[in-house]
């Protein structure tokens, strides 16, 4: 009919508020805040201070940079490829709506080993948060 937009002219069909929420910008976990290369968690592993959890570790060492960096790494005695997939989505999710508790301006290590237990997100919060005040001063 004229006058309306064929499918073509109409774009892309997404959320009409993904760009302007302000939730999704402070809280985002863009690659840039991910360890990707094998030599950067060879660099933690070897200088890293170390706390250890309930199936995991948490290693962080000073980055030099202007905000943290977050690898995990999962064995696969943990799992199959779904359940190490999801142990690494809540522990990017902890990190991503708790970043102020974790070291600021550090790359942080997360390993997971085989007797990791934990698969509610609220329980590995309280966890992490446990861990990480351990060794503040009080």
Known sequence: MPGELSSEEEGPRVASNWHHNSVAGSCSFPRRMRLHLNREFQQVYKKGTRRHGKGFSIIFSPNGGT????????????????????????????????????????????????????????????????????????
């Not at 550090?106 to 919060?125: H, K, M, N, Q, W």
Request: proline share 4%; hydrophobic share 35%.
């Open 67 to 138: 905000y943290s960096r977050l690898g995990i790494s999962v064995q696969r005695k943990v799992g199959s490829a779904v359940r190490r997939n999801h142990i690494k989505r809540l522990f990017r999710e902890a990190f991503r709506l708790h970043r102020e508790q974790f070291p600021q301006t550090s790359d942080i290590v997360i390993t997971v080993r085989p007797d990791f237990s934990c698969d509610r997100l609220a329980d590995l919060e309280h966890e992490i948060a446990g861990l990480l005040h351990r060794g503040k001063p009080a």
